[in-house]
């Protein structure tokens, strides 16, 4: 069978670990758009560092941008952070336009964060897809893999495509731990919004502690709870249905899991805009909106949009 042709836009860390994973299994031809990390990519390609066994990643092209892209791809995987000033249908229309056939797939956090996307893009297919990773970039070039390694993916807004089940299998054979295909992908998103919604603001509101910190320290634990409890109200006044156990799950799988500096506290402490919006804004705005009320994602919310806003500039 001929390989699977990907592009990937977001060269980071989560982008570069998985789709490095992708072209392990050799079957898939990935290309990967490196702005920032161009020069580098090129002369050495990504060093992954990984608990799940240490790996070079060289990309078949490495690109400038997606207008670089020389033919028709199979996939263009979508896997920047989810920030106002980052246009996700301008960054995917070069490679469209390139490959009438090709699938896009997010690989991205937040909820709510494909209707801009289906609208621009009807006609496509749309996969969407959540990582459970620990991952950070030490250095320009490297990635280091510390904990999980686990893709959830479906089509949007429910179902499950043979294009799906091939990118599954094609993830799978690069040695990810597994990518388990879901027929409801929203209600996916909003589980690991528990997550994220919890862990990722209180680790930078409360001045820069990871996971382990937080869930060792009652006080600290007991916000992510109660965050966790809004998500659920809200989720579930959207018609999605998370349940409680899903909360005490998520706690149990942080507890396990290494003590992790979140992505928005890596963002954070490298100076970098954080994904406000796309993680509490959306939610808040949903919860407002059902008239569910949700004082402490409300808190947060001001507090770091705030602080986001502050460091960068923005108004």
Known sequence: MEKLKVLLIGAGGVGIYFCGRLAQGGEAEVNVVARSEYEVAVKNGYQVQSVAGDFSFHPDR????????????????????????????????????RSPHGVIVLIQNGVEIEEPIRAAFPDREL????????????????????????????????????????????FEKGGIVRCEL?????????????????????????????????????????????????????????????????????????RRFPAYRTSMLQDFEAGRPLEVEAILGNPVRLARQHRVEIPRMESCYALLRALNSHRNGLS
Request: some cysteine; overall charge negative; glycine content about 6%.
């Open 62 to 97: 490495v690109l400038r941008s997606a207008e670089e892209c020389p033919g028709e791809v199979d996939y263009i995987i979508l896997a920047t952070k989810v920030l106002p000033e980052v246009d996700p249908v301008a960054l995917l229309r070069p490679a469209l336009e």
């Open 182 to 254: 879901c027929e409801d992908i929203r209600q996916v998103r909003w589980c690991k919004l528990l997550w994220n919604l919890a862990f990722n603001p209180v680790s930078v509101l409360a001045g820069g502690v990871d996971t382990r910190q937080m869930v060792e320290d009652p006080e600290l634990e007991n916000l992510c709870r109660n965050l966790m409890e809004e998500v659920i109200m809200t989720a579930r006044s959207c018609g999605i249905s998370l349940k409680e156990e899903d909360a005490v799950n998520t706690m149990e799988y942080t």
């Open 127 to 170: 996969i969407s897809t959540i990582a459970y990773v620990g991952v950070s970039r030490p250095a320009p070039g490297r990635v280091h893999h510390f904990g999980s390694g686990t893709l959830r993916m479906g089509v949007y807004p429910s179902g499950i495509s043979a294009a799906a089940r091939r990118l599954a299998a094609a």
